[in-house]
């Protein structure tokens, strides 16, 4: 029986993979890796920073401004100087990220209801995080300016606003990051695993032998994409639960979806593994195209970067990565339990583009047979 020739290399598949030191690595270490490193160290927010302040006004709002800062908790170490040199210096030196520069007249400005200002002064070499402290520092200043005599006096008029964040109500960023995750693992594991197939096989001298079994060559192809569609099924698995179990992440949606689509998504990746797979020689060079193919595919994604700030040439590329599809897909259902059509929308392009692996795959197989 055919069910019985396929299951049988469908077991084989994926003892080889367990019972190979480098297999088990593969499969254990990377997804370990990435879920510390992205869900705790891998943070959009700034935090732990030095920061220099020179205050030369000696009133009660200069000291206020300075106890606040003090008392953000993003900062690590406030330091204090009364040279202007010495707040350039530690800027140039790359000792704190930013400095802030109190004036004389600060506090008597304020009293007498004139405008004043602070200096800040930002290390523009790591520009992404500058902006962000200076974020902070801006938040600070805004404060104290709606404490002072002027700012309650024009409280009463002003328009005030009350931002709502929906979906992730306190911004907590492994909100963002964890769900991100599960589609990336997928591809890695997905990816590598079936690139190492056919590889694995030419290395080992097994491929001629495969070749004369009674299988036939659509039995292979399916031998060979189910194993790391299931093994990839199962790291999604996993982190569907350490997302919920660990992180404490809702899960809005519907699980029947993100399963649904999380077979077409792996029926894409495996079948650009085994393109990979079929064209490499050697186990190295299936995983030298396996990241080729991998890092791009991370980056043009909207795992880190929004693809909307990308370039306006590079954007279109993004289209026949699957990753894309996916992403949003994960989030929509934890978070915001999108409906069913959005689901499917997105999921056609997967389709489309796991047919055309497929049967790029299975094309470059058979032509390697002949």
């Known amino acids: 029986m055919w069910w019985t020739r396929l299951k049988a290399l469908i077991l084989k598949e994926l003892l080889a993979v367990l019972r190979d030191p480098r297999g088990r690595i593969i499969l254990i270490v990377p997804p370990v890796i990435q879920l510390v490193v992205f869900s705790y160290a891998a943070t959009l927010e700034v935090r732990n920073v030095d920061v220099m302040v020179l205050n030369r006004d000696a009133g009660h709002w200069g000291y206020e401004l300075v106890q606040r800062i003090e008392g953000s908790p993003t900062f690590r170490k406030v330091s204090f100087t009364d040279s202007p040199e010495v707040l350039h210096e530690a800027v ?3 000792k704190v990220l930013a400095a802030v520069q109190i004036s004389p007249t600060f506090s008597r400005d304020i009293e007498a209801k004139q405008p004043t200002d602070v200096q800040i002064i930002l290390d523009g070499r790591r520009s992404n995080a500058s902006q962000i402290v200076g974020g902070y520092l801006n938040q600070i200043v805004a404060g104290l300016s709606a404490d002072t005599p002027a700012g309650q006096k024009a409280k009463s008029s002003a328009v005030s606003i009350m931002p709502r964040n929906w979906f992730n109500p306190n911004l907590i960023y492994q ?5 991100n995750l599960i589609g990336s693992i997928a591809l ?3 990816m590598i695993v079936t690139a190492l197939s056919i590889a694995r096989e030419r290395e080992l001298g097994t491929f001629d032998q495969l070749m004369v079994s009674p299988l036939r060559t659509h039995e292979i192809l399916i031998g060979k994409l189910l194993p790391p569609m299931m093994i990839g099924l199962v790291h999604i698995s996993l982190y569907i639960v350490a997302a919920i179990v660990v992180f404490g992440i809702p899960l809005r949606g519907s699980l029947l979806l993100l399963y649904g689509s999380s077979i077409i998504f792996m029926a894409s990746i495996v079948g650009l593994g085994l393109f990979i797979s079929a064209m490499s020689m050697t186990q190295q060079q299936a995983i030298l195209g396996a990241f080729l193919v991998l890092v791009p595919g991370m980056l043009l994604s909207g795992f880190a970067t929004p693809i909307e700030n990308m370039p306006g040439w590079l954007q279109p590329v ?3 990565n699957p990753l894309r599809y996916f992403l949003v ?5 934890f978070l915001k339990d999108i409906p069913v059509s ?3 929308t997105l999921t056609i392009p997967l389709a489309f583009i796991a047919a055309f692996t497929l049967s790029a795959a299975a094309w470059l197989f058979r032509k390697r047979l002949e």
């Open 92 to 94: 140039d030196r790359q």
């Open 175 to 179: 909100w963002f990051m964890v769900p």
């Open 188 to 190: 890695l594991i997905g």
């Open 318 to 320: 993004t289209y026949i």
């Open 329 to 333: 897909i994960v989030r929509g259902v």
């Open 342 to 344: 959005q689901v499917v």
